[in-house]
């Protein structure tokens, strides 16, 4: 496991930046929605978002209020937990991964950018992770 992914504030951090970008709903996000959860509408798609959006709130708003009592942290929410999951993904199985993906600066800190909605690789990566709930 990535250690970034281990600790809740990055995991937090990530999610928050990531409800930022599905709110925004730019032009990479609708069009990698288009292209991962093929909505024949429009009002479709919107829906979807919505129901992304709702998701990623509900599941930040529980998690920041469970305290962490262990040093690696374990989600109690299944939503976090596949975000957790797909930054994991996204950043690779270490630091020195993550910097070379350059996801992460030198001392390790990740780019929030990287995490956001200019980033076409973790808006396809959160789809993916959170599509099968909403078509499922």
């Known amino acids: 496991m990535n250690e970034l992914t281990a600790q809740k504030n990055v ?3 990530g999610l928050q930046q990531t ?3 599905f709110s925004q709903d730019g032009p990479l ?9 093929h909505p024949t509408t429009e009002a479709q798609r919107q829906a979807m978002r919505a129901q992304i959006l709702q998701q990623l709130r509900q599941a930040y708003a529980t998690e920041v209020a469970n305290p962490q009592a262990e ?8 939503t976090i937990a596949l975000v957790q999951a797909a930054m994991e993904q996204h ?3 270490d630091i020195e991964d993550s910097q070379r993906r350059a ?9 929030p950018e990287r995490f956001g909605d200019t980033d076409p690789g973790w808006i396809e990566v ?8 909403i078509e499922g």
């Open 11 to 13: 995991v937090l951090d």
């Open 19 to 21: 409800i930022n970008a």
């Open 29 to 37: 996000v609708q069009q990698i929605m288009n292209a991962r959860l």
């Open 71 to 78: 040093p690696w942290y374990a989600p109690q929410n299944s």
């Open 91 to 93: 950043l690779g199985p």
């Open 103 to 111: 996801i992460v600066d030198p001392s390790g800190t990740p780019i």
């Open 126 to 133: 959160v789809i993916d992770m959170i599509a099968t709930g």
